[in-house]
């Protein structure tokens, strides 16, 4: 999960972008390149081909197991995960789909609706190999990326919308860590103390217009959210066989549905109303699109006192600079609950795959011990497996309480971002309306922004 804007609209950019880039698809996607056509199993990532090739101890581990199994990684550049699924559904249309694709939550329900295989009787023919994963991962994490009943992907990776704070600004400031249980008034005395205790130019809090991190922290811990949230039936097959014991299995179901607008309830008013005031009393930025490009430099430069973030954040830090103790890490503060948003990834195969089998293989692979220490061995991200988020991999860079990570998932309690099969036009949705609700003059301005967000929600998901 890495710091991605996700603004392209997938509709648009997927079937439709054939004809405009039908000449161009081999040089598009480097199937030109000589040995790209060899008879191989083919893994799309998004990134290039240095991320590509920073991949080849997984594949060097991987053929050791299967040296009957050869993998070729395919990096497909794009700006955010939804210019690459845009790619991906250009290359489906195109013929030249891959066999697995890696997939973030944003896409996980388009991909489980139009492209992805079940992996349900891979997962059950293998179980007591599998048993060993689901052991490690908490099933919050699993949940996500069920759909009607069906588990679509096994997630490698995860970063829940925490609190990151530079130490400096709140020591200048007199203030200590902040409690566990903090609140949203404690929030904005906070705030408040940051701004006096720092010289200008500088924000307590810097946050940007976009789905992971944006205005849905916000919304969820006010136990709310833009879109209705419900649960698809089905999974028992899943959590009776591989969390029969675990009590944070229980009612755990076939995965979300977020299927009406939810714009309207007084609650997803009461939190946008928190954060136009947040703005208009200069204690929060007022957020552009996308952002967060000089975020790293300003927050390690002690330009900003506290922003959004997850365990991703912290490998770029060390590069900027800032060692274990500049920078320290925090639950979202409490409102009506401290329930958090979560934002994951993991491996997909492609339905029009005729290497379902050994795509299975490399899947399993990468959930194994072995493959998730081989693709995380630098604090770049959260991985799934409980046992990898330890002192050994967040010790040496930080953060002191690196351990808020997976207590997210374990002590408050998280969830994924809403993100339905019509994902794209649901982010530009949003994205269009929280610019204005959050920079209204006046409550009855929002008011207005929200009812056309719930317009444009309502549209988006083909409810009208």
């Known amino acids: 999960m890495t710091d991605l804007t996700r603004r392209v609209l997938l509709g648009a950019a997927g079937v439709g972008a054939v004809g405009l880039f039908g000449a161009n698809i081999p040089r598009l996607f480097a199937t030109d390149i000589p040995g790209r056509g060899t008879d191989a199993l083919t893994v799309a990532i998004l990134g290039t081909n240095q991320d590509a090739k920073a991949r080849q101890n997984l594949i060097d581990a991987f053929r050791r197991i299967h040296p009957e199994i050869n993998v070729r990684i395919q990096a497909v550049q794009g700006q955010d995960w939804s210019n690459f699924f845009a790619k991906i559904l250009t290359m489906v249309a195109a013929g030249t789909p891959p066999d697995v694709c890696v997939v973030a939550t944003e896409g996980a329900q388009l991909f489980a609706d139009r492209l992805a295989e079940p992996l349900d009787t891979f997962v059950q023919r293998d179980k007591d190999v599998m048993q060993d994963y689901f052991s490690d991962v908490h099933p919050s994490l699993i949940e996500a990326f069920m759909y009607k009943g069906n588990l679509y992907q096994l997630p490698i990776d995860f ?7 530079n130490t400096s600004t709140f020591e200048k400031a007199g203030i200590g860590r902040p409690a566990d249980d903090w609140t949203t008034d404690d929030f904005l005395t906070i705030a408040r103390a940051l701004r006096q205790g720092n010289n200008a130019p500088f924000v307590p809090f810097y946050w940007t217009n976009r789905l992971w991190g944006g205005s849905v922290p916000w919304l969820y811990i006010n136990d709310t959210s833009f879109l209705k949230e419900t649960k698809a039936t089905g999974g028992e097959w899943l959590w009776s066989t591989f969390y029969a014991d675990d009590p944070a299995a229980a009612g755990r179901t076939g995965g979300y549905l ?9 609650k997803v008013e009461e939190s946008f109303e928190f954060l136009r005031e947040l703005v208009a009393e200069g204690l929060g930025t007022s957020p552009a699109q996308g952002g967060g490009n000089e975020l790293v430099a300003q927050f390690a430069g002690g330009s900003i006192g506290m922003t959004p973030a997850g365990g991703f954040w912290v490998q770029g830090l060390n590069e900027a600079g800032m060692t274990k103790t500049d920078f320290d890490v925090q639950f979202f503060p ?8 979560l934002g994951a990834a993991g491996y997909a195969i492609m339905r029009t795959s005729k290497r379902k089998d050994e795509a299975w293989e490399w899947v399993k692979f990468c959930t194994s011990r072995e493959g ?10 959260t991985p799934t497996r409980r046992s990898m988020c330890n ?4 010790g040496t860079k930080g953060p002191v309480h690196w351990q808020v990570f997976y207590d997210t998932l374990d002590k408050v309690g998280a969830s994924p971002i809403p993100a339905p099969p019509q994902q794209a036009a649901i982010d530009t949705a949003l ?7 959050v920079t209204a003059g006046s409550r009855e301005s929002l008011r207005g922004n929200l009812r056309t967000l719930d317009r444009d929600l309502t549209l988006a998901l083909g409810r009208s």
Do not use: C, R
């Open 258 to 266: 977020w299927e009406e607008s939810n714009a309207l309830d007084p």
């Open 391 to 394: 002192e050994g991999l967040y």
């Open 372 to 381: 998730m220490q081989l693709a995380f061995p630098t604090p770049n991200t």
């Open 334 to 341: 409490k409102w009506a609950s401290q329930h958090h948003q």
């Open 431 to 437: 994205i269009k309306n929280v610019l204005g609700a």
């Open 159 to 165: 970063n829940a919308a925490n609190v990151y704070y």
